[in-house]
């Protein structure tokens, strides 16, 4: 017949089931805040929505919104990334990509200066006329307003001529220099709702209507045809939706929030939280103070010498005169007959009867301030150990 073997206890009377016991204890709650913060972060990435309501861009699936343009260009083989900053756009503007910018009236000088300087082929929707200027260093301009009517393509382009016909109600683009392509071009000799500058490597393609592009209008006319075409000229292409606040001063490189994915921001909140949280709980009040014996009998005298050399040490001659004076009223005060809750004004008064002294001289040598170096430490150790001997005389 065997028996279990009794646990090892160890020198403290604990034995290693009840110290894992107690360790389960303290942890188990920062393990569940814990748990409960990955599961909030991973629903809060997953659940993340991802489409938008921003006019024109890739992600809104609503009528003023281009993701069905995006979707298409997707299943061919184009990689649409949107973009909301200059930073991240001018970065991405690299030889052999396209960059299409919506909203153009969001930018400022810097940032239509370095979009005139990248090297990836633009495609302005509605753009500015300074906008325009710059970017195709006044190769074309903007016309005068036109009714919306539908319009031939009536050029060598392969985008137009894919298309066929296009309904645009721009004010159409000017073709200023000879070696700009105008297409579907208005009564107004050299001006079109869709123009071409191939300057060397580098292509610059402008709508005058950004509303073709949108999820409305992609299916009218040859609408889907010139937008497809006009966008997929390279694999990857940059949607650039400008927004408020974005400035010329951040086209360096990315911003830092960038860098970070979409649910840090929500996850950080949760653990600035918790953090609280914990704090809180970790700071309640602890109880009444409670009595524990020493493992050893430490003499007062002893206790006394080391409390006075921390003090010599550290140069707290204040603390030391705070001590020595407590010390001596809380003595004389007993000496007279004064209870342990006895103000000062009654401790200065009885020790004044006592001692014949002044009431200002008692109350310099108990209460007065603290000395300023060693010598006037000693000095009031001489003069409360005078006081002390004078009222047990009595």
């Known amino acids: 017949m065997t028996s279990s073997a009794a646990p090892v206890v160890v020198g ?10 107690s360790r389960w204890r303290r942890a188990r709650w920062p393990l569940a805040v814990l748990g409960l913060i990955v599961v909030v972060g991973s629903l809060a990435a997953v659940l993340q929505p991802r489409t938008s309501e921003v006019p024109l861009a890739p992600d809104n699936p609503a ?3 281009a993701r069905a343009a995006a979707e298409i260009l997707g299943d061919q083989g184009v990689e649409v990334t949107m973009v909301r900053t200059s930073a991240e756009a001018l970065r991405r503007a690299a030889a ?26 633009v495609v302005l929707l509605d753009p500015d006329w300074w906008v325009l200027d710059a970017v195709t260093d006044g190769a074309m301009d903007l016309g005068w307003l036109g009714t919306e009517t539908v319009r031939a393509a009536e050029c060598d382009d392969p985008a137009a001529q894919a298309a066929g016909q296009v309904r645009s109600g721009g004010s159409g683009v000017v073709a200023v220099d000879p070696a700009v392509v105008v297409c ?44 497809l075409h006009t966008l997929g000229r390279h694999e990857q292409l940059t949607w650039w939706v400008p927004t408020y606040g974005d400035t010329s001063e951040a086209t360096t490189g990315p911003a830092a929030g960038e860098l970070l994915p979409a649910w840090a921001g929500p996850v950080a909140a949760q653990l600035a939280l918790v953090v609280v949280v914990l704090m809180l709980w970790r700071s309640r009040a602890l109880g009444r103070v409670v009595t524990e ?18 003090y010599r040490r550290s140069r707290s001659r204040g603390h030391a005169a705070a001590a020595l004076r407590a010390g001596t009223a809380r003595r ?14 009654a401790v200065i008064d ?10 200002e001289q008692v109350a310099g040598l108990l209460y007065g301030p603290p000395p300023t170096d060693d010598a006037g430490l000693l000095q009031l150790a001489r003069q409360l150990d005078e006081l002390e001997s004078e009222v047990h005389r009595t």
């Open 293 to 310: 014996p020493l493992p050893v009998t430490v003499r007062a005298a002893e206790a006394t010498l080391g409390r006075a050399r921390l």
């Open 350 to 359: 009885a020790l004044t009867r006592a001692t014949g002294r002044s009431r």
């Open 63 to 65: 009528g003023g919104g």
């Open 184 to 227: 579907f071009p208005t009564d107004e000799p050299g001006t079109g709702a869709y123009a071409v500058l191939d300057d060397g490597d580098r292509r610059v393609t402008v709508l005058d209507d950004a509303s073709i592009t949108t999820n409305d209008r992609l299916t009218e006319d040859g609408n889907a045809a010139l937008v």
């Open 12 to 21: 403290d009377g604990t034995t290693g089931a009840s110290r894992a016991r």
């Open 332 to 345: 004389l005060a007993a000496r007279v007959g004064l209870p342990r809750t006895a103000g000062a004004p």
């Open 96 to 121: 052999g990509t396209t960059l299409v910018v919506t909203s153009t009236f969001l930018l400022d000088d810097g940032q239509v200066e370095a979009l005139s300087e990248s090297e990836a082929d």
